[in-house]
């Protein structure tokens, strides 16, 4: 298998499991990949594009890191794919997002219990009065989240608290 920026987790995990620690110093919010189902469901969501940009570093080098420990060559570093579509924090906050959500989830603790936040947003979607919203809190952009709901067409905004830097704040709708 060549490792590249679109290649699954999961498959990279499948054919390297070594490579597990090295990803999970690059990108610490991935440390619940040791737990079987969280590997399974976010693996298959995420691209180690999306592990870097989780984890805040340079795909290029990144990717080029895993590549080295498994004896491949390093890529060049071409043009990055476009994120175009993705919810951003950019401007001012959208208008369906006013009021108090009918629910909230705190995927931090929902991944420290070995939860999958994703299934859980996806059962309450289906509860989901019209005209509300689910607001997801997290300690981590949830870019897998994202890309699953954006692909299911819902309505998703994703911005940093401006009162901590290092929470996410991801509506859903």
Wanted: glycine content about 6%.
């Amino acid at each position: 298998m060549q490792i590249t920026r679109e290649s699954k987790l999961f498959d990279v995990l499948q054919a390297f499991p070594f490579l597990e620690v090295q990803i999970i110093d690059y990108a610490p919010a991935f440390k619940n990949l040791k737990n079987p189902l969280l590997r399974r469901t976010l693996g298959k969501l995420a691209t180690l594009e999306k592990v870097a940009q989780v984890g805040g570093v340079d795909a290029i080098e990144f990717v080029n890191a895993l590549r080295r420990s498994v004896g491949q060559a390093d890529l060049s570093a071409g043009p990055a794919e476009s994120s175009a579509g993705l919810p951003s924090s950019a401007g001012s906050d959208p208008e369906w997002i006013v009021g108090k959500p009918q629910f909230t989830l705190d995927g931090t603790e929902m991944l420290k219990r070995g939860e999958v936040p994703l299934k859980r947003v996806n059962e309450l979607l289906s509860q989901l009065t019209p005209g509300r919203h689910i607001l997801l809190v997290s300690n981590f952009e949830p870019t897998p989240i994202l890309d699953a709901l954006q692909k299911q067409h819902r309505r998703i905004y994703h911005t940093i608290h401006p009162k901590d830097q290092n929470q996410h704040l991801t509506y859903i709708g």
